[in-house]
């Protein structure tokens, strides 16, 4: 078979975030400094969806020829693939339509966590929803495509070391770079692990599976070695939503990769109880440039109501400002725009993601994804149901004290706010330009001083553990 993996990149899409459902780009409201801070967030060319460069490995080792596109049909595909986000639902359905008018022999299979909380979008079309893990065709694709049903559940992957190593040959892959985490590129995504073991009723990652599969980091290391010396990528971007959970695992793979011929640079995203300082330093060691945590809020009663479990502010500072000393980049997820926030709630998110001061802060408006306990919970309170609007960028609910255009002004107001005062600049302008380390200043000696007793401490405590 020739099969066409179908994608799409409008709405500013960036279908590999909020657990594959998808977020869009900051555009701000008109202002010139909404305006500076979008350009930002335009700079990168992240990666496909990773779940694709599986595909593109799965189908090709099933014997069929795989290809990647962008906004169009293909003639003389026998399958095509889709992987939609909730903003792009509408073109993607939209899309499927017009191939099944123009080649109604055509196959269309639809995959992804869009299609396991919403597999009813796709009801009025001739067309596959594959429930659960997309990889999961490698053991399935005769089942699903020979089934009378038009969902079919297939699960999630036991083994993650049984699938093959993504293929990222049939996508732009030397485009691919994403400048907040890394400044070589270009850059590959990867995985440890999957799942997440919270229960923060608003996260789409738990909606699968509650619970964590993990990889042999051995696997995982030959995996970037094979990516560095065939497709020439220099930086990992780990998509495990809660890296460092097996923290002894962790801790083998930077071992590993600090054994590698070559140096990377990679990030991750976990939470900040899982990263002891000992890790940090060893992950940094072997190449560790960027960390993600989510701090969401400082109001501990709101993370409780919500089931997220709050962490101590000055906890929060200290492991943003060790990251800093290190050379590692901080980029910090808060939240805004719960039904129950005011403007001084929202407000007060800012002055605290002022005084942690990450390399990066994004602000997220709450948005409400279906199939999560939060979606069920304020469904009558939901006042956009577009979900070409769903990008985490534009409010979605009714608020108790607050208009829509006060939310949308207070965030526009949360990310200037952020980014445009000197103390952001003074602290973070060494990891922001790594270059300037090697300036004179105090602080970009220290910076530089840290950066070299590193990889001491690391062959240190790698010889103790």
């Avoid at 995959?111 to 399935?140: N, Q």
């Avoid at 993650?160 to 293929?167: A, K, R, T, V």
Wanted: hydrophobic share 40%; net charge positive; charged share 30%.
């Amino acid at each position: 078979m020739h099969v066409v993996l179908w994608d799409t990149q409008k709405n500013d899409v960036q279908k590999d975030y909020a657990g594959g459902m998808g977020t869009g780009i900051f555009r701000g409201s008109g202002r010139f400094g909404d305006w500076l801070v979008s350009r930002g967030y335009r700079r990168d060319r992240r990666p496909v969806a990773l779940n694709f460069a599986y595909l593109a490995a799965i189908f090709k080792e099933l014997g069929h020829t795989v290809e990647y596109v962008l906004d169009r049909a293909v003639a003389g595909a026998d399958l095509y693939i889709f992987n939609p986000a909730l903003l792009t639902l509408d073109l993607e359905h939209q899309a499927m339509q017009e191939i099944l008018a123009q080649r109604p022999t055509a196959r269309i299979l639809v995959t992804g966590p869009v299609t396991f909380s919403v597999p009813e979008a796709f009801s009025d079309l001739d067309v596959k929803v594959v429930r659960g893990e997309a990889e999961m065709l490698l053991w399935k694709l005769d089942e699903v495509l020979a089934s009378e049903d038009q969902v079919v559940s297939v699960g999630s992957v036991k083994d993650l070391d049984s699938l093959p190593w993504p293929d990222w040959s049939v996508f732009n892959y030397r485009t691919f770079r994403m400048k907040y985490d890394f400044w070589k590129f270009p850059t590959a995504l990867v995985q440890l692990s999957r799942g997440c073991t919270f229960t923060c009723n608003y996260c789409p990652y738990i909606m699968v599976e509650n619970k964590t599969r993990f990889r042999d980091p051995e696997s995982v290391v030959e995996e970037i070695r094979y990516g560095a010396e065939h497709y020439g990528f220099r930086s990992f971007k780990f998509r495990d939503p809660l890296f460092g959970l097996d923290r002894k695992r962790s801790l083998e793979l930077a071992d590993r990769i600090s054994k590698l011929p070559f140096k990377i640079q990679f990030s991750i995203e976990s939470r900040i109880d899982l990263m002891r300082e000992e890790t940090l330093i060893r992950l940094r060691g072997a190449g560790l440039t960027s960390i993600t945590v989510g701090i969401e809020t400082p109001n501990e009663e709101t993370l409780r109501r919500y089931k997220r479990a709050p962490i101590k502010d000055d906890r929060q500072r200290d492991f943003v400002r060790f990251c800093r000393e290190l050379g590692i980049r901080t980029v910090a997820g808060f939240m805004i725009g719960f039904p129950e926030d005011t403007e001084a709630s929202i407000l007060g998110v800012l002055a605290y993601a002022r005084k942690v001061n990450p390399t990066y802060a994004n602000f997220n408006i709450v948005t409400p994804y279906p199939g999560t306990p939060f979606y069920a919970e304020v469904k009558d309170e939901i006042e956009e149901t577009d979900f070409s609007r769903y990008s985490v960028y534009e409010p979605i609910l009714k608020y108790k004290y607050l208009s829509a255009d006060q939310v949308r002004t207070l965030h526009a107001r949360c990310m200037r706010g952020f980014y445009f005062r000197s103390r952001y600049f003074a602290d973070n302008s060494h990891l922001l330009w790594p270059i300037l380390q090697r300036f004179s200043s105090r602080r970009h000696k220290q910076a530089r001083l840290t950066a070299e007793k590193i990889e001491k401490i690391a062959e240190t405590l790698r010889r103790a553990a």
